[in-house]
C-alpha cells in the first residue's frame, strides 16, 4: 500500500504519523510544495518578530522525526492528479502512483487585481520565503504599509509592530477582524491598536502602489512606505485538481468519512470542506485544530479504520499586541435569535453570547482569558440551557457555572 500526501503542513504531518500509527507496512510519502522542512504557518510570525529561528517553526523539533517514521519528504509541485490510473502529475514531468491520496494542499494568498502589487518591497507574508524577504525589508523604523486587517493580518500586525516599524493597516472593512468580531468587539481591538502606536484606517481601500513604494488609498490620501505587506485573504489549493472528478465548491468536498466524491481520494485541512458543527452543514475552517482533526481522521479511514468525523467548530483566539479577543461558533447570530452582552471599554473587556431558543450558539470576548474551554464546550456540546438560559442573559460573565450545570 503505497499512501502519498499532498501537503506538508499541519494535516498532512499528523496524518501521516497516524498512516504510520494504523499500517506499520505501508509506504508514505508527504510532498511538500516548497524546499522546506514540514513547518507551520501560524508559527512565522513569531519567526518574523525575532522569537523564534528558523528552524524554531517546524512542526517537528527532531531531523530524523520523518526518517525514523519511514515518512519520505518529497518536494515538488503538483500540476495534477489522475484517479483513472491512480497517478501524481509533478510540474517537472515526474509523476507518481498511490493506492490512496490525501489532498492536504491547503490555501494561499489572495492578490487583489491592484496595479503595483508585483513592485519590489510588496510581499505578502505566507510562507517562511516571505518572511525572510519582509526580515529584509522591514527593520526598525522603516515606513511599512500592512493591507488587511483580518485574522491573519492582525497577526502580522503584531509581529510587525514588535519589529519595531512605523505601522500602517489598511481595511477595507469598517472595523479590525471583520470575519471574526462583531462591531463592538472589532472596533475595541482597533482602538487598542492606536493606544499601542498602530495607525489603523478602516473603511479604505488601496487603490494602486506606484514605484517608490507610494501607496494610494481610494480617498486620495497617499503614504510613503518602504515595505508594504499583503494580507488579503486566502483560497484554497485546488486549481491541481481539475478535470480529476473531484467535487470542488468552496473547497474540496469531503463525507463524514474525509473522503471526497473520488474513491481513494481524501482531503483534510484549509483545502477541505468538511462538516460545521454549527450549521450542520460544510464549511472550510481554515484553523489549525480543524487541520490536525481532519488529518487524523482522514488518515485513520485511508488505513481502514472507519472513524466518521463528526464536525467542526468554528473558533478563532487572537492576540493582538497583548490584547486577547476569541470567537466560536454562530458569532454573528441567527435570525430571530437572542443576544446578550456586557462591556468594560475601560478595562479593556466584552463578551457577547448569541442564542437560538434555549442553546449558546456563538460568543465574542475581547479580554477574556479564563474559562475560554467552558464557553467553547457550551457552544459545541448544543444543550439545552433550561434555568440558565435567563441567567446567562441577565448575565453572560457566568457561562462557565452554565456549562458545569449542563454537566451534572
Known amino acids: 500500500m503505497h499512501y502519498v500526501i499532498i501537503g506538508a503542513g499541519p494535516a498532512g504531518v499528523v496524518a501521516a504519523e497516524t498512516l504510520r500509527k494504523f499500517d506499520p507496512v505501508g509506504a508514505i510519502t508527504l510532498v511538500g510544495g516548497e524546499a522546506e522542512p514540514p513547518y507551520s504557518r501560524m508559527a512565522i510570525p513569531y519567526y518574523l518578530a525575532g522569537k523564534v529561528p528558523p528552524e524554531g517553526t517546524h512542526l517537528r523539533k527532531d531531523p530524523d522525526h520523518y526518517d525514523r517514521r519511514r515518512i519520505v519528504l518529497h518536494h515538488g509541485a503538483v500540476a495534477a492528479v489522475h484517479p483513472a490510473d491512480h497517478t501524481v502529475v509533478f510540474a517537472d514531468g515526474a509523476d507518481m502512483v498511490y493506492d490512496k491520496l490525501l489532498i492536504a494542499s491547503g490555501a494561499r494568498p489572495i492578490h487583489p487585481p491592484i496595479p503595483g502589487l508585483d513592485l519590489p518591497g510588496v510581499q505578502t507574508c505566507w510562507t517562511l520565503d516571505d518572511a525572510r524577504h519582509i526580515n529584509a525589508l522591514a527593520g526598525k523604523g522603516a515606513h511599512v504599509v500592512l493591507m488587511g486587517a483580518g485574522f491573519i493580518g492582525s497577526i502580522v500586525l503584531e509581529a510587525l509592530a ?240 452554565a456549562y458545569v450545570a449542563g454537566l451534572t
Open 162 to 401: 514588535e519589529r519595531g516599524v512605523d505601522l500602517t493597516v489598511v481595511e477595507m472593512g469598517d472595523r479590525m477582524v471583520p470575519r471574526m468580531m462583531n462591531d463592538t468587539a472589532g472596533g475595541m481591538i482597533k482602538r487598542w491598536c492606536e493606544a499601542k502606536g498602530v495607525r489603523v484606517l478602516t473603511s479604505r481601500r488601496i487603490q494602486a502602489i506606484t514605484p517608490g513604494l507610494t501607496v494610494v488609498l481610494d480617498d486620495g490620501v497617499s503614504l510613503a512606505a518602504e515595505a508594504v505587506v499583503i494580507s488579503a485573504g486566502v483560497r484554497p489549493n485546488v486549481e491541481f485538481l481539475a478535470g480529476s472528478g473531484v467535487t470542488i465548491d468552496r473547497g474540496v468536498v469531503v463525507d463524514a468519512w474525509m473522503q471526497t466524491s473520488v474513491p481513494d481520494i481524501y482531503a483534510a485541512g484549509d483545502v477541505a470542506q468538511g462538516k460545521d458543527l454549527s450549521s450542520g452543514g460544510s464549511e472550510v475552517h481554515a484553523i489549525q485544530p480543524t487541520a490536525t482533526e481532519h488529518g487524523r481522521i482522514a488518515a485513520m479511514n485511508m488505513a481502514g479504520v472507519a472513524t466518521p468525523y463528526h464536525g467542526s467548530l468554528q473558533m478563532n483566539v487572537l492576540d493582538t499586541l497583548g490584547l486577547i479577543s476569541a470567537s466560536f461558533g454562530l458569532w454573528m447570530g441567527v435570525p430571530d435569535g437572542q443576544g446578550a452582552e456586557v462591556i468594560d471599554s475601560g478595562d479593556w473587556r466584552y463578551l457577547r453570547l448569541e442564542f437560538a431558543g434555549d442553546r449558546v450558539i456563538g460568543a465574542t470576548s475581547i479580554g477574556l482569558t479564563q474559562h475560554i474551554g467552558a464557553l467553547r464546550g457550551l457552544i459545541q456540546s448544543g444543550r439545552p440551557l433550561g434555568v440558565w438560559k435567563e441567567r446567562l442573559m441577565r448575565d453572560p460573565t457566568r457561562f462557565a457555572e
